[in-house]
């Protein structure tokens, strides 16, 4: 018998990578360090999809921080594929967090 009409599949949770690096001054760092992030998040984004466990999906400056996000069903595997890249960055202070499963576990990982 067909279905009278379809449901949606439920939701995975979404688990999330969230960089954080404190830049050179109280707005949105020097030009050497906009451009090292920008070449940062294009080699996560060529390593994130070549190992299929997510996607990068941009950056924020302002407030003299510079924030990466990264999106994928395992935050733990997507760090994991992030983590030279992000540890590469000689921004500092710099942590991640790692935001976890549907209650939303955050870890932070200091840099």
Do not use: C, W
Request: glycine share 10%.
């Amino acid at each position: 018998m067909d279905k009278p009409f379809d449901l949606p599949e439920p939701e995975t949770a979404e688990e999330a990578v969230i960089a954080h690096y404190r830049l050179s001054d109280d707005q949105y760092g020097s030009r050497a360090e906009r451009e090292a992030v920008f070449d940062a998040e294009r080699t996560m984004t060529a390593a994130v999809e070549e190992a299929g466990v997510g996607e990068v999906d941009g950056n924020e400056f302002g407030g003299g921080e510079a924030v990466l996000y990264a999106y994928g069903p395992d935050a733990e595997a997507l760090f994991k594929v992030m983590e030279p890249t992000l540890r590469g960055l000689p921004f500092r202070p710099a942590h991640v967090v790692l935001r976890q499963g549907s209650t939303e576990t955050v870890t932070r990982v200091d840099l």
